[in-house]
T-cell receptor, first 113, second 115 residues
Framework: DQQVKQNSPSLSVQEGRISILNCDYT??????FLWYKKYPAEGPTFLIS?????DKNEDGRFTVFLNKSAKHLSLHIVPSQPGDSAVYFC????????????FGSGTRLSIRP | EAQVTQNPRYLITVTGKKLTVTCSQN?????MSWYRQDPGLGLRQIYY???????DKGDVPEGYKVSRKEKRNFPLILESPSPNQTSLYFC??????????????FGPGTRLLVL
């Protein structure tokens, strides 16, 4: 049973437009959520996170929105750039088990010219 | 340069032949983890360690062992590899910052093929 789900395996967006990546979770105990970005032949790198006490967190072109009632979060990238083409993983954790993180299956984002 | 290193990067082996994948970090991090990445399943945690001599099972620990004798090293041991352990493996380290593990750094990955 996947506790963190990314239902879109791939997404194609035109350069300059907004990319929206979605993630759903089932465990209401999760209180910290992260997005990681992964390029081929490299390990994932941390992108942005959000605590359950917030509903939005911004960092430059990246914004993460959290809807706790819907158990849904999304990552917005505006404007999308060619270097954003990568696989994006959503992840969740519980504060009391900070070292245990559950990852989604990933969404491959392609930015087309 | 702050980094997590893994060796080997690529490995082809046969069923039953014991192997060890090494992981080392130079950031003095307390937390270290091992993950495997499989198509359609994302990253799944195998084992994690919160400090020296403290290890615990993740979501998919079967067939794996770990040890944490030194803070910087966290080797992954496959005592008797099987073909279903063919995967891409990542080691990660992080330092607790009150909550969350956003400072988690990943190694470059080890691609393992078990024949």
């Amino acid at each position: 049973d996947q506790q963190v789900k990314q239902n879109s395996p791939s997404l194609s967006v035109q350069e300059g437009r907004i990319s929206i990546l979605n993630c759903d979770y089932t465990n209401s105990m999760f209180d910290y959520f992260l997005w990681y970005k992964k390029y081929p032949a490299e390990g994932p790198t941390f992108l942005i996170s959000i605590s359950s006490i917030k509903d939005k967190n911004e960092d430059g072109r990246f914004t993460v929105f959290l809807n706790k009632s819907a158990k849904h979060l999304s990552l917005h990238i505006v404007p999308s750039q060619p270097g954003d083409s990568a696989v994006y993983f959503c992840a969740a954790s519980i504060y009391s088990s900070a070292s245990k993180i559950i990852f989604g299956s990933g969404t491959r984002l392609s930015i087309r010219p | 340069e702050a980094q997590v290193t893994q060796n080997p990067r690529y490995l082809i082996t046969v069923t039953g032949k014991k192997l060890t994948v090494t992981c080392s970090q130079n950031m003095n991090h307390e937390y270290m983890s091992w993950y495997r990445q499989d198509p359609g399943l994302g990253l799944r945690q195998i084992y994690y360690s919160m400090n020296v001599e403290v290890t615990d099972k993740g979501d998919v620990p079967e067939g794996y062992k770990v040890s944490r004798k030194e803070k910087r090293n966290f080797p992954l041991i496959l005592e008797s590899p099987s073909p279903n352990q063919t995967s891409l493996y990542f080691c990660a380290s992080s330092s607790p910052r009150g909550r969350g593990t956003e400072t988690q750094y990943f190694g470059p990955g080890t691609r393992l093929l078990v024949l």
